[in-house]
């Protein structure tokens, strides 16, 4: 199984940019899908999770109306599409799979398989 995240990049204030990870060797279409992220000497911290079913989605209220998650199954593919891009988003974005309930999509110990990482600068 390996997740393989990328598109991250160095962007400006008020930039967008879409990351994306791609699945091998499971069927994401299966799996509740989340991103994270993570800053050095911080905890890693979720960001937006999309219910296997495709009917429900979560994000974190730092990136809610900014951040959305999305998936193409026939790609295997789930997308990260960050808009209005701030400072304080700066960080490694890691994806990831599980099928916990929906109440624990938010911890990341409840999460099977992760992706590498990608990192995203926003700066000036």
């Known amino acids: 199984v390996q997740l393989q995240a990328s598109g991250g990049g160095l962007v400006q204030p008020g930039d967008s940019l879409r990351i994306s990870c791609v699945a091998s060797g499971l069927t994401l279409s299966t799996y509740t899908v989340g991103w994270f992220r993570q800053t050095p000497g911080k905890e890693r911290e979720f960001v937006a999770r999309l219910h296997r079913s495709d009917r429900s989605t979560a994000y974190a209220d730092s990136v809610k109306g900014r951040f959305t998650i999305s998936k193409d199954n026939a790609k295997n593919t789930v997308y990260l599409q960050m808009n209005s891009l701030k400072p304080e988003d700066t960080a490694v974005y890691y994806c990831?799979?599980?099928?916990?309930?929906?109440?624990?999509?938010?911890?990341?110990?409840?999460?099977?398989?992760w992706g590498q990482g990608t990192q995203v600068t926003v700066s000036s």
């Open positions: 990831a799979v599980t099928r916990v309930v929906l109440s624990g999509t938010y911890d990341e110990t409840n999460y099977y398989y």
